[in-house]
């Protein structure tokens, strides 16, 4: 993801590059999103053996479930503490992340090697990205108003369309069922972040049939300073010719940049007769995050202010036995506004999403027929005014076969875009249990994404002539699947064409673009292939359970021969977990091999990270609780001349009904 998230073109790229002096991070390698369905699952889930809906549309048992996964459950995420939605995606299988500051600044995640603007964010079955790159704003959403999170690996097109390259994150939200719970919990910990959020949810009626989830959460920090030693515009170590050779003036601003954020989300729905249910539900963020400002732009500190709206209308209806109809309407938001000496850009994206899925039964197969229109605005007044609408249509099938030993899945899409027309994708997968918890599987997939905003249109950079991304996608797995025990092998092999990069070239660049502010354009330059091999699995023994991944990866720029920028040929994590009567107690760590800031350039050394984390029960429904982070105060680099979080420490206090 670029550091400005919503910019809707590559003079902007080079603005934010100029004001946070990372042009690095600018271009590695700009791709997208995808779709969504309406679904709907129970919140009872048990983490060794969870019921998975991202990864065919419709819950399905984790042993059933084909496509390679990771799953966060509610308990996970309550342990998180002092820790943002990206820091804990950080720390699960095949996923790598990238920032430039604390908590709240602009983020980058990696899924099995892709780039960040090649997976597809959902919330509740809805899409959200901006218009402008295509990337999706992580850092905008607070964990505290999340259930529970799904990763699907490998390209999804076939099931969500455009984006889904990499992969898929679908986030939940609480839904309510039973009787009345409220949970609410704030702490305070190092940088000055105070953390507090809250949830009520349950259902009422004679026969529970109405049911409601409601959550909100608010943060603020006053952070750190970003701006590290080896940054290009540190007044503190670099000399007054190095500042003015890369655009600098004074130097960057050396205080510390703080964000605040807050949110909530909800959901109610009524179950009008028995397998008949009407319901509305809704996320909304907001996040105001500081960055150093280079002189060029008026120096200080300045603003970006993010707001994340998504709100959907749903009807859920069991047509008979063997049939479910699923239809869903949905708008989602994402505006965004930086604010600086010398200008208030402003960038804004608006979705309208009308999804209807069917879900059929055949015997103890199921065939699922999608029909999908969304409609797609984007607008921004940075470097001229654009404005910008895109449709797309869908049609799109799978079948779920089940025969005794054997499982496999079959979708075809089509997705047909305004500017160049259709886009097919399709996959293929067989699983076939050698035992009762050991299952083979075999998964081949096809995947686009489609060119953003800025890539077609931004003045003196944009290419109408753009073609989508393309992947194919090969993956063999092996799992044992137990109530004590999961292990996971995945080996897999993506080729990825077509890659949207900034290019300096003529053609696809005009001799107008060649010699315009931006010395380039939009081309489709690149063709990445990554290959590797990934392993994670959880023990349950008694009162401890343990946690442990590792993958080796081979992510190649063919054009360059370089290693992707931000990825790692090797990344993994460990975990132990103690649970005795009213305690908990965990530790953690997290490592990732040495990587390029962009091309062969901004070397950031591996780096390996511990965290400590607690809670103790001390009344009923009550309980204190503590996280401590980087306890060795590691110096490490997500993207190259910007600092990281070190030691730091969060407690706090919880209530949560039982």
Same mark, same amino acid.
């Given at each position: 993801?670029?550091?400005?998230?919503?910019?809707?073109?590559?003079?902007?790229?080079?603005?934010?590059?100029?004001?946070?002096?990372?042009?690095?991070?600018?271009?590695?390698?700009?791709?997208?999103?995808a779709q969504s369905g309406n679904v709907?699952?129970?919140?009872?889930? @048990?983490?060794?053996?969870?019921?998975?809906?991202?990864?065919?549309?419709?819950?399905?048992?984790?042993?059933?479930?084909?496509?390679?996964?990771?799953?966060?459950?509610?308990?996970?995420?309550?342990? %998180?503490?002092?820790?943002?939605?990206?820091?804990?995606?950080?720390?699960?299988?095949?996923?790598?992340?990238?920032?430039?500051?604390?908590?709240?600044?602009?983020?980058?995640?990696?899924?099995?090697?892709?780039?960040?603007?090649?997976?597809?964010?959902?919330?509740?079955?809805?899409?959200?990205?901006? %218009?402008?790159?295509?990337?999706?704003?992580?850092?905008?959403?607070?964990?505290?108003?999340?259930?529970?999170?799904?990763?699907?690996?490998?390209?999804? #097109?076939?099931?969500?369309?455009?984006?889904?390259?990499?992969?898929?994150?679908?986030?939940?939200?609480?839904?309510?069922?039973?009787?009345?719970?409220?949970?609410?919990?704030?702490?305070?910990?190092?940088?000055?972040?105070?953390?507090?959020?809250?949830?009520?949810?349950?259902?009422?009626?004679?026969?529970?049939?109405? #049911?409601?989830?409601?959550?909100?959460?608010?943060?603020?920090?006053?952070?750190?300073?970003?701006?590290?030693?080896?940054?290009? &515009?540190?007044?503190?170590?670099?000399?007054?010719?190095?500042?003015?050779?890369?655009? &600098?003036?004074?130097?960057?601003?050396?205080?510390?940049?703080?964000?605040?954020?807050?949110?909530?989300?909800?959901?109610?729905?009524?179950?009008?007769?028995?397998?008949?249910?009407?319901?509305?539900?809704?996320?909304?963020?907001?996040?105001?995050?500081?960055?150093?400002?280079?002189?060029?732009?008026?120096?200080?500190?300045?603003?970006?202010?993010?707001?994340?709206?998504?709100?959907?209308?749903?009807?859920? @209806?069991?047509?008979?036995?063997?049939?479910?109809?699923?239809?869903?309407?949905?708008?989602?938001?994402?505006y965004s506004q930086n604010l600086y000496?010398?200008?208030?850009?402003?960038?804004?994206?608006?979705?309208?999403?009308?999804?209807?899925?069917?879900?059929?039964?055949?015997?103890?197969?199921?065939?699922?027929?999608?029909?999908?229109?969304?409609?797609?605005?984007?607008?921004?007044?940075?470097?001229?005014?654009?404005?910008?609408?895109?449709?797309?249509?869908?049609?799109?099938?799978?079948?779920?076969?089940?025969?005794?030993?054997?499982?496999?899945?079959?979708?075809?899409?089509?997705?047909?875009?305004?500017?160049?027309?259709?886009?097919?994708?399709?996959?293929? #997968?067989?699983? /076939?249990?050698?035992?009762?918890?050991?299952?083979?599987?075999?998964? $081949?997939?096809?995947?686009?994404?489609?060119?953003?905003?800025?890539?077609?249109?931004?003045?003196? /950079?944009?290419?109408?002539?753009?073609?989508?991304?393309?992947?194919?996608?090969?993956?063999?797995?092996?799992?044992?699947?137990?109530?004590?025990?999961?292990?996971?092998?995945?080996?897999?092999?993506?080729?990825?064409?077509?890659?949207?990069?900034?290019?300096?070239?003529?053609?696809?660049?005009?001799?107008?673009?060649?010699?315009?502010?931006?010395?380039?354009?939009?081309?489709?330059?690149?063709?990445?292939?990554?290959?590797?091999?990934?392993?994670g699995g959880v023990a349950k023994l008694?009162?401890?359970?343990?946690?442990?991944?590792?993958?080796?990866?081979?992510?190649?720029?063919?054009?360059?021969?370089?290693?992707?920028?931000?990825?790692?040929?090797?990344?993994?994590?460990?975990?132990?977990?103690?649970? $005795?009567?009213?305690?908990?107690?965990?530790?953690?760590?997290?490592?990732?091999?040495?990587?390029?800031?962009?091309?062969? #350039?901004?070397?950031?050394?591996?780096?390996?990270?511990? @965290?400590?984390?607690?809670?103790?029960?001390?009344?009923?429904?009550?309980?204190?609780?503590?996280?401590?982070?980087?306890?060795?105060?590691?110096?490490?680099?997500?993207?190259?001349?910007?600092?990281?979080?070190?030691?730091?420490?969060?407690?706090?206090?919880?209530?949560?009904?039982?």
């Amino acid at each position: 993801m670029q550091p400005c998230r919503n910019s809707f073109g590559a003079k902007n790229r080079w603005r934010l590059s100029a004001l946070t002096l990372t042009s690095t991070l600018v271009f590695s390698n700009p791709n997208a999103f995808a779709q969504s369905g309406n679904v709907s699952v129970s919140t009872a889930n @048990n983490p060794m053996d969870p019921v998975i809906v991202t990864a065919t549309r419709t819950p399905t048992r984790a042993n059933d479930v084909l496509a390679d996964y990771v799953y966060i459950g509610p308990e996970e995420i309550a342990d %998180a503490g002092q820790t943002s939605l990206v820091e804990l995606l950080q720390r699960q299988r095949g996923v790598e992340i990238s920032t430039i500051g604390g908590p709240g600044s602009a983020a980058s995640v990696f899924l099995r090697g892709s780039n960040s603007n090649q997976a597809l964010l959902l919330v509740d079955g809805v899409r959200s990205q901006a %218009a402008g790159t295509g990337g999706f704003s992580l850092q905008a959403i607070p964990l505290g108003i999340i259930d529970r999170i799904e990763i699907i690996f490998g390209p999804q #097109s076939s099931l969500y369309g455009s984006d889904a390259i990499g992969g898929v994150i679908q986030i939940f939200t609480k839904k309510g069922t039973g009787p009345f719970q409220a949970n609410a919990s704030t702490g305070y910990g190092s940088y000055g972040t105070s953390i507090t959020d809250a949830s009520l949810y349950g259902s009422f009626g004679d026969a529970k049939t109405t #049911s409601y989830a409601l959550s909100g959460s608010q943060e603020i920090s006053t952070g750190f300073t970003s701006v590290a030693a080896n940054n290009v &515009c540190n007044p503190n170590t670099q000399s007054r010719a190095t500042l003015n050779r890369n655009f &600098c003036g004074n130097g960057l601003n050396m205080n510390r940049t703080g964000y605040t954020k807050s949110g909530g989300a909800g959901r109610i729905a009524q179950e009008w007769d028995r397998g008949q249910e009407f319901g509305f539900q809704f996320l909304a963020s907001r996040l105001d995050n500081q960055y150093p400002v280079s002189s060029f732009f008026g120096g200080g500190i300045g603003s970006q202010i993010s707001n994340l709206g998504i709100f959907s209308l749903f009807s859920n @209806n069991q047509i008979n036995k063997d049939w479910k109809s699923m239809l869903q309407v949905s708008q989602s938001n994402d505006y965004s506004q930086n604010l600086y000496t010398t200008g208030n850009p402003v960038y804004k994206t608006k979705q309208m999403i009308y999804s209807w899925q069917n879900d059929i039964k055949i015997g103890s197969d199921l065939l699922q027929l999608v029909a999908e229109r969304k409609t797609l605005n984007g607008y921004s007044n940075d470097g001229g005014i654009v404005s910008q609408n895109q449709n797309t249509n869908t049609v799109a099938g799978s079948y779920q076969l089940k025969r005794g030993s054997h499982l496999a899945n079959l979708a075809l899409r089509n997705d047909s875009i305004t500017g160049y027309g259709p886009q097919t994708t399709g996959s293929a #997968s067989y699983g /076939y249990f050698f035992s009762k918890q050991i299952r083979g599987n075999i998964n $081949y997939g096809t995947g686009f994404k489609a060119p953003s905003f800025n890539d077609l249109y931004f003045p003196d /950079y944009g290419n109408t002539n753009l073609q989508a991304e393309k992947s194919k996608n090969t993956e063999i797995g092996l799992h044992y699947e137990s109530s004590a025990l999961d292990l996971h092998l995945v080996g897999f092999n993506s080729t990825i064409t077509n890659l949207i990069q900034y290019t300096t070239t003529a053609p696809p660049c005009t001799i107008a673009q060649l010699n315009g502010p931006n010395y380039g354009c939009a081309g489709n330059a690149g063709v990445a292939k990554i290959s590797g091999v990934s392993v994670g699995g959880v023990a349950k023994l008694s009162s401890l359970r343990l946690k442990a991944s590792y993958d080796q990866q081979n992510p190649i720029d063919q054009t360059t021969g370089f290693l992707l920028a931000k990825r790692a040929r090797q990344f993994g994590n460990l975990g132990a977990e103690y649970r $005795y009567r009213k305690v908990n107690m965990g530790a953690e760590g997290t490592f990732q091999g040495g990587r390029y800031n962009s091309g062969n #350039s901004g070397y950031m050394g591996g780096y390996a990270i511990f @965290n400590l984390y607690g809670n103790y029960e001390f009344a009923k429904d009550w309980s204190v609780f503590g996280r401590w982070n980087n306890i060795f105060n590691k110096d490490y680099q997500l993207s190259y001349g910007f600092n990281t979080p070190g030691s730091n420490l969060f407690v706090g206090v919880r209530y949560a009904m039982k």
